[in-house]
């Protein structure tokens, strides 16, 4: 079937459901992007293609074997990636249509706070008083978080630094910020087991970066031995240089959180994530090319020729009446890509069987096919055969 005819036979359901994966498989590509469960995937992808090869080339050994490390695996990849599936179920929740504007609304931080920030930043790091600050993303925080006092205070100068003042019980604790309001403060982060990015940084740095590994949040660290503000987002860990750079930097997290909706939305939509949403579409269209339109039944014949086995010693087949039989074989497109037709054999057992002229009908079980298709006719499904002694 040519082009033009693949796409006449998608039709609309074919479409939206195309269209359904491929937001699905964009979503879990970006997701990967940012956690180490794509090695996982990637790798996880290759066995699979390997294991369809291996099926339509027919290795038995190596299809035994794949099969059974698969459902090893899977258990195994569930288990360790437990806390990243966690995580991206919460982002399908939290990035629906259903709460956008709920959260849109939380979420809005505003030229004011990002003032406050700053001026806070600077002055405990001209004092070097430690302190972990975390701005919420669009990601729930709450899962991660241990500990911790119900505070939902605005954001102040004055708050901040009766939170983190050297010697108060809530000093070595994170403090969380919703929008305008302190929600959470003096409560604990997960730690980060990346040593490279940490390199000879302390706890608060380990903590901050633990959290950007599981969230969009960003989380801001003043160092009490260096005096230095970092920054963790995304996983990544940068030192600002230049206190100038940290409204530039809040300014753009206020953004992507709280995108405005502008007339050039449809050009940014189709820029950002270009590469995942390309691959998405292609991976769905061949998924939806193998495993739905080469699903579909197809029919083909075959003429072979009969042969015979377990024929007493003394006889020999002298005639044969028809000479070849047709065999009709259905199955999935697919299951014909690597289709051998010396792999069909039509097959009789004549032991016993006395000289003369007989007849025999041919049954399905004399008929060897490939593992996937049916045998659908067989025409003529009877033959004669001239039996007569050997040297005769």
Same mark, same amino acid.
């Given at each position: 079937? +040519?082009? !033009?005819?693949? !796409?006449? $036979?998608?039709?609309f359901s074919g479409f939206l459901d195309i269209a359904f994966m491929s937001i699905i498989i964009y979503l879990m590509l970006v997701w990967f992007k940012r956690t180490k469960a794509a090695f996982v995937v990637i790798?996880?992808? =290759?066995? #699979? #293609?390997?294991y369809l090869l291996a099926r339509q080339l027919d290795l038995s050994l190596t299809i035994s074997v794949f099969q059974g490390f698969f459902a090893i695996i899977l258990i195994a990849v569930v288990i360790i990636f437990q806390e990243e599936i966690k995580h991206f179920l919460e982002q399908l929740a939290t990035? $629906? =249509?259903?709460? +956008?504007?709920?959260?849109?609304?939380?979420? +809005?931080?505003?030229?004011?706070? /990002?003032?406050i920030l700053v001026r806070t930043l600077k002055s405990f790091a001209r004092a070097s008083i430690g302190a972990i600050i975390v701005l919420r993303g669009k990601d729930p925080v709450v899962r991660h978080v241990n500990g911790g006092v119900n505070l939902n205070g605005e954001v $102040?100068? /004055?708050l901040l630094g009766s939170i983190f003042m050297p010697g108060s019980p809530s000093h070595d604790g994170a403090a969380i910020i919703i929008g305008n309001r302190v929600s959470v403060f003096s409560c604990h982060l997960p730690l980060s087991k990346n040593i490279e990015k940490l390199q000879k940084t302390g706890t608060r740095h380990a903590a901050a970066l633990g959290l950007s590994e599981r969230t969009d949040a960003l989380c801001i660290v003043v160092s009490e031995e260096r005096g230095t503000v970092s920054i963790a987002r995304n996983g990544e860990m940068k030192v600002i240089q230049n206190f100038d750079e940290l409204p530039s930097i809040l300014d753009s997290f206020f953004r992507e959180i709280t995108p405005v909706v502008e007339s050039k939305s449809w050009r940014s939509f189709f820029s950002r994530n270009y590469r995942e949403k390309v691959l998405a579409v292609t991976v769905t269209s061949l998924l939806w090319f193998f495993?739905?339109?080469?699903?579909?039944?197809d029919y083909r014949t075959f003429s072979l020729p009969v042969k015979y086995e377990k024929l007493p010693p003394h006889l020999i087949v002298q005639e044969t009446e028809p000479i070849e039989i047709e065999i009709t074989l259905s199955g999935p497109r697919r299951a014909f890509y690597f289709f051998n037709q010396n792999r069909i054999a039509v097959s009789m057992n004549l032991s016993g069987i006395k000289k003369g002229l007989i007849k025999r009908t041919i049954s399905r079980s004399d008929v060897a096919a490939p593992e996937g298709l049916l045998i659908e006719n067989i025409q003529p499904n009877q033959i004669s055969l001239r039996i007569s002694e050997e040297g005769r």
């Open positions: 079937m +040519n082009f !033009l005819g693949i !796409l006449e $036979s998608i039709g790798g996880m992808f =290759m066995f #699979g #293609g390997i990035r $629906s =249509m259903i709460t +956008n504007f709920h959260v849109r609304k939380i979420l +809005n931080g505003t030229q004011r706070e /990002a003032d $102040s100068e /004055a495993f739905v339109h080469e699903a579909r039944i």
